[in-house]
């Protein structure tokens, strides 16, 4: 596909007539719902300038997703990642703030996977990463798994085929932990928030990268880290204890209680996505219900063995 600026697709001709020549561009990636979270959000390609050998990628977010996505925060947030090396610069923000063009990552790059990322050096590596975003400015926007879990339930619930009989429960015990994290009182600081591990790259030397920013905003660090435990190692407490513990210094009954309950909220927070858009997507070869449904039986599992009182009572 030749990009240039009579091309009909606005997308196109905005980024030829940024880059002032012709393009080549790849087809979309191919995104998959489950069992790898890839590609979903956005529709993405890479990008070759005529006659030169960098590469750029473009990213445009689909419409039919429940949340619009903040275009212009998450190019702000990518942004500012960048400038710690820690993820590809974004250069041309599309009108609207539709999507972005961001720098190629470069070859020999590839997502991670579930168990690259368990072993010690590597999730050092990532954490450090994650860690270098707190020290940054405050991000544009605030994240709250919390509201994010309100707002899908309200346009899930009256939509979905196959909308879970404890549902209720669960979004009551999800209430009640968003106060009792409200009256214990917070910190806020700039975070990537995404656990997904396909949005990490790793190189064959180990070297790390993070990649898609639309899940950052000021969060609390321990939500942080809860996504990332919740991804390599769920329903472990164990082996989430020993993380936060090094992490920490010390496993404080309040962390240990937070890093559960952010799990939790984490897993509802993607079951009911899955549903909704199950429910709503015409993109129908993408498994929107199994990821949910794989994300609502994790949930079911850690509410299940939970004290759950005495997890709002230490939060």
Same mark, same amino acid.
């Given at each position: ?31 998959? @719902? =489950?069992? +790898?979270?890839? #590609? /979903?959000? $956005? ?5 070759? !300038? ?123 015990? @999800? =209430?009640? +932990?968003?106060? #009792? /994290?409200? $009256? ?5 600081? !700039? ?125």
């Amino acid at each position: 596909m030749m990009i240039a600026c009579s091309d009909s697709s606005a997308d196109y001709s905005e980024v030829a007539a940024w880059l002032g020549k012709p393009s080549v561009a790849s087809p979309p990636f191919a995104a998959t @719902a =489950s069992p +790898l979270h890839h #590609a /979903v959000d $956005a529709e993405t390609r890479v990008l070759r !300038p005529a006659d030169e050998e960098q590469r750029f990628v473009l990213k445009v977010w689909h419409d039919d997703l429940p949340q619009r996505t903040d275009g212009h925060a998450v190019f702000a947030m990518t942004q500012a990642a960048s400038s710690l090396g820690i993820t590809p610069a974004p250069r041309l923000l599309l009108s609207g703030g539709r999507g972005f063009v961001m720098d190629h990552i470069g070859d020999g790059w590839m997502p991670a996977r579930l168990h690259q990322l368990s072993t010690e050096d590597s999730l050092d590596r990532l954490l450090c990463a994650k860690r270098a975003l707190h020290t940054l400015a405050p991000f544009p926007i605030d994240r709250n798994v919390f509201a994010d879990i309100r707002d899908l339930a309200v346009k899930a619930r009256p939509i979905a085929a196959h909308w879970p009989q404890e549902a209720e429960q669960m979004l009551v015990f @999800a =209430s009640q +932990l968003e106060q #009792a /994290v409200a $009256a214990s009182g917070i910190d806020h600081v !700039p975070g990537h928030a995404d656990g997904v591990s396909s949005n990490v790259m790793l190189r064959q030397d180990g070297a790390l990268q993070l990649i898609d920013f639309d899940e950052a905003g000021n969060v609390d660090p321990l939500f942080d880290l809860a996504v990332v435990l919740n991804e390599l190692f769920p329903l472990d407490e164990t082996r989430q204890l020993q993380v936060l513990e090094a992490v920490e210094g010390q496993v404080s009954r309040s962390s240990r209680a937070r890093i559960a309950a952010y799990a939790f909220a984490d897993d509802l927070k993607w079951a009911l996505w899955g549903l909704f858009m199950d429910a709503s997507s015409p993109r129908r070869h993408l498994e929107f219900l199994k990821y949910g449904q794989w994300r609502w039986l994790r949930c079911q599992m850690a509410a299940a063995g939970m004290n759950q009182q005495e997890l709002v009572r230490h939060v």
